[in-house]
């Protein structure tokens, strides 16, 4: 996977590119990883990705692209997409920092997410998987706000709690929390508390070594989950 960075930061960007023409979709890879040769990828074709992002909802193209010396395959999907899941990386980042920061339920974060948006079990899920990464993030995110030279604000970072750690009845999960809040904390003085920490962070730290710290457990088809239809408030 090669990502393309030129089709927007979330889907919003990418609609409104697509619709004005200046949609720049596929950027060939440069370096084979499997073989090592370079200039060598061929266009192979695309595959369609349903995406949804609050109120949104878009079929995007993905390019394909095949190595001539060695046959390998490689795809360019936009940045803001998380590999096998529909919910971009933006709705992902709002729900985990939602629970992250303010006295809630998943039940009550997903009514946030838009009208077909993740089920409360769902962002359980993703609060866990980024609560379980935390720890290792923290310390990236926290040498990140040092080289910026950022320091304003960093004690007030370090004293973040999560305001629902008091629920968790998994041994070990408050922590996990406390340090998600932390993170979502240090991230908002790298960032200058955009609103959107999570997103954001997942995007800078793919772009700067390729981390991927969003990611889903399974391959989502594109029914809507629920049918109710409700009010997105985030996006
Ligand atoms: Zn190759």
């Not at 950027?27 to 061929?42: A, G, L, M, V």
């Amino acid at each position: 996977m090669s990502i393309d960075w030129e089709a927007g930061e979330n889907l919003a960007e990418y609609i409104k590119l697509r619709e004005s023409g200046k949609l720049n979709v596929g950027q060939r890879p440069k370096i084979c990883r499997s073989c090592s040769e370079t200039n060598c990828f061929w266009a192979h074709g695309s595959y369609c990705r349903h995406l949804e992002e609050g109120e949104l909802s878009a079929d995007i193209k993905v390019p394909r692209w095949k190595c001539g010396p060695c046959g390998c395959t490689e795809s360019s999907p936009p940045s803001f997409a998380v590999p096998r899941s529909r919910y971009t990386k933006r709705v992902m980042g709002a729900g985990v920092g939602g629970y992250a920061g303010g006295l809630t339920s998943y039940r009550m974060e997903v009514v946030k997410l838009g009208e077909v948006g993740p089920s409360p079990s769902q962002l359980f899920q993703w609060v866990k998987e980024i609560a379980g990464k935390a720890n290792g993030l923290l310390v990236e995110v926290q040498g990140m706000c040092l080289s910026a030279g950022k320091e304003e604000g960093l004690l007030r970072a370090e004293a973040a709690i999560c305001p629902n750690s008091y629920k968790a009845v998994v041994e070990g999960k408050s922590e996990k929390l406390d340090t998600l809040a932390k993170l979502k904390s240090f991230a908002g003085v790298l960032f200058q508390a955009s609103g959107e920490e999570f997103c954001r962070l997942g995007l800078l730290l793919l772009e700067k070594g390729g981390q991927q710290i969003f990611s889903s457990q399974e391959e989502m088809v594109s029914t809507p989950q629920r049918r109710k239809p409700r009010n997105c408030r985030l996006f």
